[in-house]
């Protein structure tokens, strides 16, 4: 079983609150990525987790946090979600293969639309 | 900063028909993946490489990280093979981080 879940599918946030969004996978893989996707644009990496260390990409440093309580569970938080966090959500995840190779599994997206 | 630059942007086929997408990169990259977004916007892998060809039913891919490109053939295309097709590129280093194509939206007709 290669899936990698997300909840929820979509969801509708004000500007200036919270939003967490979820994703699970149970694959035991030891990475869990966290890209963002808006319209005619491509996918980007905001951070990723390798086990329990978080890498963050230096130009959303500030703007996303994460944890990862276990390997099968990721989140990713928005503290005062703005109009331009409206995009697609995109959870994914790896596991290091022979000579450090990483293959990644995509989940189906959470789609995010701040109001 | 290193860059994914994928093309066509969109490709209409004849059913029974064949073509090729293509990546190009700004730099050495160490592996490449193919997905195609299904009806319900997922990605669905279709290779991945870090060098050479695989083949895959209609579906063939090729890597070379020297000529920092990839293609993905789709030879007798059917119906079902529309959508919008992306390439990834794993950039140098050990963070296992993909760069995205704009993706390439192919439209198969009867």
């Known amino acids: 079983d290669t899936t990698v879940k997300q909840n929820p599918r979509y969801k509708l946030a004000r500007v200036g609150k919270p939003v967490n969004l979820i994703c699970s996978q149970t694959m035991n893989h030891d990475t869990m990525y966290w890209y963002q996707k808006k319209p005619n644009q491509a996918p980007k990496l905001l951070l990723f987790?390798?086990?329990?260390?978080?890498?963050r990409e230096a130009d959303t440093f500030e703007k996303f946090q994460s944890s990862r309580p276990n390997n099968s569970f990721c989140s990713l938080y928005i503290g005062s979600a703005g109009l331009e966090y409206s995009a697609m959500y995109l959870c994914?995840?790896?596991?290091?293969?022979?000579?450090?190779?990483?293959?990644?599994?995509f989940g189906p997206g959470t789609r995010l639309t701040v109001l | 900063g290193d860059q994914v630059e994928q093309s066509p942007s969109a490709l209409s086929l004849h059913e029974g028909t064949g073509s090729a997408l293509r990546c190009n990169f700004t730099t050495t990259m160490r592996a490449v993946q193919w997905f195609r977004k299904n009806s319900r916007g997922s990605l669905i892998n279709l290779f991945y490489l870090a060098s050479g060809t695989k083949e895959n039913g209609r579906l063939k891919s090729a890597f070379d990280s020297k000529e920092r490109y990839s293609t993905l053939h789709i030879r007798d295309a059917q119906l079902e093979d529309s959508g919008t097709y992306f390439c990834a590129a794993e950039a140098a280093g050990n963070t296992g981080k993909l760069i995205f194509g704009l993706g390439t939206t192919l439209q198969v007709q009867p």
């Open positions: 994914a995840s790896s596991r290091v293969l022979l000579g450090g190779r990483f293959e990644q599994y």
């Open positions: 987790y390798y086990d329990k260390i978080l890498n």
